[in-house]
């Protein structure tokens, strides 16, 4: 045999081997035409690298439901959209169950995940020392019973996994009605919305343990029974990020007890309490606060509670209901556009524009610039032109022309009086 051909035969059987040198496509599909009319049986045949993309349809029933990838890193995609691709569990099971060492490279990406009901952890989602990334989905209606965890999704034991773009809404569990975390994870949620979802006791929104955490550019809303987060020994950070009309009974908006947490370029109000602690920001125990160019305003009671042993590192440049001491604070209505209609940027006439600092955050809540300059606001010297909250204060298309043009032609005066 000659050493060509050898080469060849060795060649093919490490592709065969290996599953193919080359990313490979698994199509998903309901009814015929498709190899693969199980989301599982999909999963199955692919290997890491691999793209499996699932048909438009409701898939339900086995194979559709605690979905495993097996330690494989693939990419988990709907062709068009969570609108589009729905895993209904029909209240009797979870969609997926990762454990085998999933990284961040193994994806879900683009589903509506409704109906989860578990007696144990995550209603929707278990994550055991794997990091998945989750992304482009909705999360509706999916619970966990008993002392459980994680309505919608629960990572646990060194899990660091990345939540992105997603949807959690009406999910409940007991700690953390959508989202929770414990163990040694290190959790990224970013560009998320946490809606109308309850804890049977602490974290409406998300619940954290023994946990770094990095929340970013989210909205936390409507969420009940524990707030809108809660965070108990960790790392933690919020950033970018909007806390509204959530309810609890101790800590309305943001709570943390033990470890550090840092709140930047953050609005939150109208956070309700049934009884006389934190309505905005909690801090229990040994907890410490850093925050810098926030907005805590017009929640129930306390803008911001310390409990027990907790402690403030420092408030700078944020504008705090009933004030607090610190560098660049302030204590003024921030003159929200329209509160009512939930519209939480700030007016360009607000105190708090051109009134915060350089905290090394360059996008805003919607993704727009910053700073953005307003001609003839300055609220803070010579600083660069930051605002307060989550949210920089931009003027409308046509407000933004009209304060060119009137800016032109004051530079065009300056200049003929110059002459």
């Known amino acids: 045999m000659s050493h060509k051909l050898t080469f060849l035969i060795s060649f093919s059987l490490l592709l065969v081997l290996s599953g193919g040198s080359s990313a490979g496509t698994i ?68 969609a997926f169950h990762f454990h085998s060492g999933e990284t961040r490279d193994a994806v879900v990406d683009g589903f509506n995940i409704v109906n989860g009901l578990v007696s144990n952890n995550g209603g929707a989602i278990y994550s055991f020392n794997s990091s998945p990334t989750i992304k482009n989905s909705r999360f509706y209606n999916n619970r ?10 629960y990572f646990t034991s060194g899990a660091n996994g990345a939540i992105m773009n997603s949807i959690f809404d009406s999910n409940e569990g007991r700690h953390g009605g959508a989202v929770a975390a414990r163990d040694g994870s ?54 970018n990020s909007l806390f509204y009309g959530n309810q609890s009974t101790y800590a309305g908006g943001i709570r943390l007890d033990n470890g550090h947490l840092t709140i930047m370029h953050t609005t939150v109000t109208g956070n309700i309490l049934a009884d006389s602690y934190g309505g905005g920001v909690f801090m229990g125990s040994t ?21 027990q042993e907790s402690s403030v590192r420092s408030i700078t440049y944020s504008d705090i209901e ?25 007016s360009l006439m607000s105190p708090a524009a051109d009134a915060g600092t350089d905290a090394g955050v360059y996008v805003d809540l919607n993704g727009m610039m910053r700073p953005f300059d307003i001609p ?30 009137g800016f032109s032609a004051f530079i065009a005066r300056r200049k003929r009086a110059g002459n």
């Open 27 to 94: 199509h998903v599909g309901l009814g015929g035409g498709y190899t693969h009319n199980t989301i599982q049986s999909g999963v199955d045949a692919a290997f890491t690298g691999d793209t499996v993309l699932v048909h438009n349809g409701t898939y339900t029933g086995i194979g559709n439901r605690n979905i495993d990838f097996q330690g494989k890193n693939i990419n988990l995609k709907s062709v068009n959209g969570r609108q589009n691709t729905t895993i209904d569990l029909q209240n009797s099971s979870r």
């Open 322 to 346: 009933g004030g607090w001491a610190g560098l660049g604070n302030i204590d003024a209505d921030p003159l929200f556009l329209d509160a009512l209609a939930e519209d939480f940027r700030i």
């Open 144 to 153: 966990t019973t008993g002392d459980t965890k994680g309505g919608a999704i």
């Open 287 to 307: 907890g410490e606060l850093t925050m810098i160019d926030s907005i805590v305003w017009g929640n129930d009671h306390s803008s911001v509670y310390l409990h």
């Open 376 to 405: 003839g606001v300055d609220n803070n010297g010579p600083l660069a032109d930051f605002d307060m909250g989550a949210y920089e204060a931009i003027p409308e298309p046509s407000v933004m022309l009209l304060v060119v043009v």
């Open 186 to 239: 290190d959790i990224l949620v970013s560009g998320s919305l946490f809606q109308y979802n309850h804890s049977r006791y602490d974290g409406g929104g998300m619940w954290t343990r023994y946990s770094t955490v990095d929340v970013e550019s989210s909205i936390f809303r409507y969420n009940t029974g524990g707030g809108g987060v809660r965070f108990d020994v960790g790392e933690c950070s919020v950033t």
